[in-house]
């Protein structure tokens, strides 16, 4: 018998999630309700809560979703590498499990990619609409953002931003190493010296505090330092990138243009 080939996907939408269970369902829903074609690939960094079996009952529903257990809690970055390895789609997104970004973003962060203009996009909060943000997290966002512009000799709004898109070779070009939440910065220091410009666009942002899980530590703030200092001299290899399929270009645009214009 024939093997039936794989449905062209435009999107791969990695979610890492560590004990996740009030959250996990509803963000994948919200995911699946974004009209592009795309797969959303979870990763379990060795939940304790009920979040296995919360992913084993979507999975069993919805064939778009696919989900990876780590046997150990390894941290996020290696989270996000195993979801890498795994994207069949042209463009990577990365969508933390904990609601505090909306996927009703990625229309205006993937069109840039999908209409040829860039390869790469940073989703910002600090242009876009915000609430719940701690005041020294936002000093310290700040500080790491001027820190990589100064060194990286660039200019953005949000280096730590969770809304790192691109196209997927991209981001398999980047030999992504960290573990931890080391990877933001990694990601966007590595990018910076492939040579490509970072196109920014205003997301939403709703902020958790940290009895409702929120995770990150002002220690992640100094290793997110050592990180843009470690990779100021990395060299890499730009990928040769073909185009995206017209077929699937026009499908994602004629889904922008339908989102947008049901915007008020």
Known sequence: MKRREREPVLLSVIIPCYNEARTIEAIINQVLAVELAKEIIVVDDHSQDATPQILERICASYSAVKTVRHTKNKGKGEAIRTGLALAQGEIVIIQDADLEYDPNDYYELVSPIVMGRVDVVFGTRFLGRHTGMYFWNAVGNKFLTFLTNMLYNCWLSDMETCYKVMRTEVM??????????????EIAAKVLRLGYRIYEVPISYMGRTYEEGKKIRPSDGLKAIGTLLKYLRWNGEAPALAKIEPDMSNQAIMAIHKYVGRLP
């Open 172 to 185: 398999r070009s980047l030999a992504l190493e960290s573990h931890d939440f080391r990877i933001e910065a």
